[in-house]
């Protein structure tokens, strides 16, 4: 059976130059890639990735993940709904 696996939850942004837009960024993402990290082979490296582009100034990757991950979400739930109703 496939058990999610759990995603740098203990994750600390302490001394780095992230704003708080980014950080909550990261948050988001993490939390849909623990929703859905099936889609993905290694979702920790993707995360610390982001994490890095971020630090250097570059959020592309970040906001290009949550834009793909936030429309997995909406499929998923669109396709829980609609399986329910049936």
Do not use: C, V
């Amino acid at each position: 059976m496939y058990r999610p696996m759990q995603i740098m939850d203990d994750q600390s942004y302490g001394r780095t130059s992230l704003s708080q837009g980014a950080i909550e960024k990261i948050q988001e993402l993490k939390l849909l890639m623990n929703r859905h990290s099936y889609h993905h082979t290694n979702p920790d490296e993707i995360i610390k990735w982001a994490i890095l582009n971020s630090i250097s100034g570059d959020d592309t990757l970040l906001g290009g993940m949550l834009e793909q991950l936030r429309s997995i979400y909406a499929i998923s739930k669109t396709l829980t709904f609609d399986i329910s109703i049936k």
